[in-house]
């Protein structure tokens, strides 16, 4: 089964940068689209970012757009989350997932398929 495993999480002063990462074990992600979502505490979990499996495709929340940018790079096996311009309310738990029917990037959850098991962002002066 694919394993995903996320890392670069951590605390952030607002304005900050942070560069997320989700890698895959035992798999290769080539074939797989691939989101980024968050959950902070009491709130439901949001779908953030999506990028298709080739990457041409990629999808954002508005809440994020222009400040996030997702990337990939098969030869590593890697998803990126490259978060900027940081905010209070982008602190929660962010979570990488990925969907078998990977041709198109969405950011609804119950599209997919496999989840890691997430990451602490904390954004805090």
């Known amino acids: 089964q694919l394993q995903l495993v996320e890392s670069g999480g951590g605390l952030v002063q607002p304005g900050g940068s942070l560069r997320l990462s989700c890698a895959a074990s035992?798999?290769?992600?080539?074939?797989?689209?691939i989101g980024w979502f968050r959950q902070a505490p009491g709130k439901e979990r949001e779908g953030v970012s999506g990028?298709?499996?080739?990457?041409?495709?990629?999808a954002y929340a508005h809440s994020v757009k222009g400040r996030f940018t997702i990337s990939r790079d098969n030869a590593k096996n890697t998803v990126y989350l490259q978060m900027n311009s940081l905010k209070p309310e982008d602190k929660a738990v962010y979570y990488c997932?990925?969907?078998?029917?990977?041709?198109?990037?969405?950011?609804?959850?119950?599209?997919?398929?496999?989840w890691g098991q997430g990451t602490q962002v904390t954004v805090a002066s």
């Open positions: 997932a990925a969907k078998v029917l990977g041709a198109i990037a969405t950011i609804q959850d119950r599209d997919y398929d496999y």
């Open positions: 035992r798999f290769t992600l080539d074939d797989y689209a």
């Open positions: 990028i298709s499996s080739s990457g041409a495709s990629t």
